[in-house]
């Protein structure tokens, strides 16, 4: 998706109010970029801390700044600085992390982000979780207040074609409740039910955002007495599993099952690519049959 | 005669944290009455509307505020509330209530990045703005200072000055004992910063160094400061934290009062 990315930047966003910030990171993806924004596009180097207060310094004189990291370099390490400088003042400061999840793999879990949503959730910064390329784009109309951007990579089937943006989009419809698939991880239950007819299937939905509001009456009457499945590359706590059990409860939705799969951090204690720990998690394609299989015909 | 009557203000100005840390029966008097020297030469004698000023070492807002107060953008009630149920001016700076605020401060080490994205700002917008940002020495224990000052000094934001009131006592000791941080004047030298070392309750000392233009890179003016100046437990711990009695208040009044009157 970061190469996605940086061609919405240079196509919506290469104007005089917009900084670039990165941590020393967009080798082979921020090259056109770092050309078209010129003296606007920084290099803070390895000092996250001070990059994210860098970036409210100049928001607060008017410029919308991205700042740009693997993902747990921007939320995590620079947090109190996303708290206090950027938060407090309510500032227009995009915080794009790359690779959310397990996408950094093989580089073992210091490059892993897992937490990330909660976190930014807890401080008010408005989360955005692209399920695919095009949404990206979208998501970049509205830079108004403090955001996090956590890019992934788009695995919906080849050849098709995605529906306008919305933050609870039904991609593929289905009669035996639903899936609720937190960004990235809505392709790949798209891909992963194709094949099962649409009576038997739930039908898939990719969630980009976490505003409880923007549940569409629609997805609670799909999934009223009938099963709902979360899957999402987070941890639980704080995850989308949690924000829609609360929405539930807010709406007095009951279904018959509630089957939620989700990041379980390194069980084994071993590592490996993300496919290795999305099977660990039970979040890879052949888990989500089975997750399917069992809440819809029972075992 | 403006000296005299600029230090006439400043003693006021003395003589109103004194009151206003009193009533509300609020420490951290001690790095006020460090700085409060620095903070009045600078918003008096140095700053124009354009400038910017962030208080780094935010457990100073007492300072700040007299100093905002004496520039009559606070007033003597808003001054009365300081750090009591429904104020505007907590015990550190945050909201939207306070004149020239820009950030909230109090947690240590953000300053410095902040005054380097508007100095940033004010050469991308080709502004003849000034950046000041007042940190204190334990503050420089934080990395993210230096970050900054690393950052600040490859982009030559020579619009930004950082002013550090080194008054050598921190929360539970001295700098020296604590993390041997006294000798910022080399470190950050060594950095490629202009530093300037002086005397931080000397007016002319300081409103010369503010002059005092860099051409190259941001600047840093070392304060030698005593903390708790003035006051009887002037560059002793208990000035970090503890507030005053009737008896020492008393005391303290008739000192600044009689130096007034010199």
Redesign the interface.
């Known amino acids: 998706m970061r190469n996605s990315f940086a061609k919405a930047v240079i196509t919506q966003c290469n104007q005089e109010e917009y900084?670039f910030l990165t941590g020393d990171l967009g080798f082979m993806a921020l090259e056109e970029v770092q050309n078209s924004f010129q003296?606007?596009f920084?290099n803070?180097?390895v000092?996250e801390?001070?990059?994210?207060?860098?970036?409210?310094?100049?928001?607060?004189?008017?410029?919308k700044v991205f700042v740009y990291s693997i993902a747990p370099f921007c939320y995590a390490r620079p947090f109190?600085?996303i708290r206090?400088?950027i938060c407090?003042?309510n500032l227009p400061v995009c915080l794009v992390g790359n690779g959310g999840g397990y996408a950094y793999g093989h580089m073992g879990p210091t490059h892993h982000a897992l937490e990330d949503c909660a976190a930014m959730n807890a401080l008010g910064v408005r989360v955005l979780v692209p399920a695919f390329n095009e949404d990206i784009s979208v998501m970049l109309n509205e830079l108004s207040a403090p955001t996090y951007l956590r890019l992934g990579y788009d695995v919906r089937p080849k050849e098709t074609d995605i529906f306008e943006y919305a933050a609870w989009r039904e991609i593929l419809q289905g009669k035996r409740g639903a899936i609720a698939a937190l960004g990235p991880l809505a392709g790949l239950a798209w891909q992963a039910l194709l094949d099962i007819p649409v009576n038997d299937r739930p039908s898939v939905w990719a969630v980009t955002e976490f505003d409880e509001t923007k549940i569409p009456t629609v997805f609670w009457k799909q999934i009223a007495e009938k099963p709902l499945f979360v899957i999402e590359e987070h941890v639980a706590a704080g995850g989308l599993g949690m924000h829609l059990a609360l929405a539930m409860a807010h709406h007095k939705i009951q279904t018959s099952d509630f089957i939620h799969r989700y990041a379980l951090r390194y069980p084994t204690g071993r590592f490996g690519s993300q496919e290795f720990h999305r099977v660990q998690c039970g979040l890879d394609a052949k888990g989500i049959l089975t997750m399917i299989t069992g809440a819809t015909y029972g075992s | 005669m403006v000296k005299k009557r600029f230090e006439e203000l400043l003693n006021t100005a003395k003589l109103r944290l004194l009151k206003m840390h009193y009533t509300s029966n609020s420490g951290h008097l001690g790095g006020n009455f460090s700085c409060i020297d620095a903070l009045m030469t600078l918003h008096h004698r140095i700053m124009t509307s354009e400038d910017r000023f962030i208080l780094s070492k935010g457990h100073s807002a007492g300072a700040w505020y007299v100093t905002l107060w004496s520039l009559g953008k606070l007033q003597d009630l808003d001054l009365d509330s300081f750090s009591k149920e429904d104020t505007l001016l907590p015990g550190h700076p945050s909201g939207k209530g306070i004149p020239d605020l820009h950030f909230s401060t109090g947690s240590l080490g953000h300053g410095p990045s902040l005054a380097a994205g508007m100095a940033l700002a004010a050469k991308q917008k080709k502004l003849d703005r000034q950046i000041y940002c007042l940190c204190s020495d334990g503050e420089w224990q934080e990395g993210s200072c230096w970050e900054a000052l690393i950052f600040s000094i490859h982009h030559r934001l020579n619009n930004l000055t950082i002013l550090i009131d080194q008054n050598g006592l921190q929360g539970f000791g001295t700098t020296q004992d604590i993390i041997s941080c006294h000798n910022l004047t080399s470190r950050i030298t060594s950095f490629g910063a202009e530093v300037q070392y002086i005397d931080g309750h000397d007016i002319s000392q300081i409103e010369n160094a503010l002059r005092n233009i860099s051409l190259e890179s941001p600047r840093v003016i070392i304060l030698n400061t005593v903390k708790g100046k003035g006051l009887h437990f002037s560059g002793t711990l208990e000035s970090h934290y503890l507030p005053l009695s009737e008896e020492q208040y008393q005391s303290a009044h008739l000192k600044i009062t009689a130096e007034q009157e010199k």
Do not use: C, S
């Open positions: 900084f003296n606007r920084i803070a180097g000092a801390q001070n990059m994210v207060g860098v970036a409210a310094g100049l928001a607060q004189e008017g410029f109190e600085q206090n400088d407090l003042n």
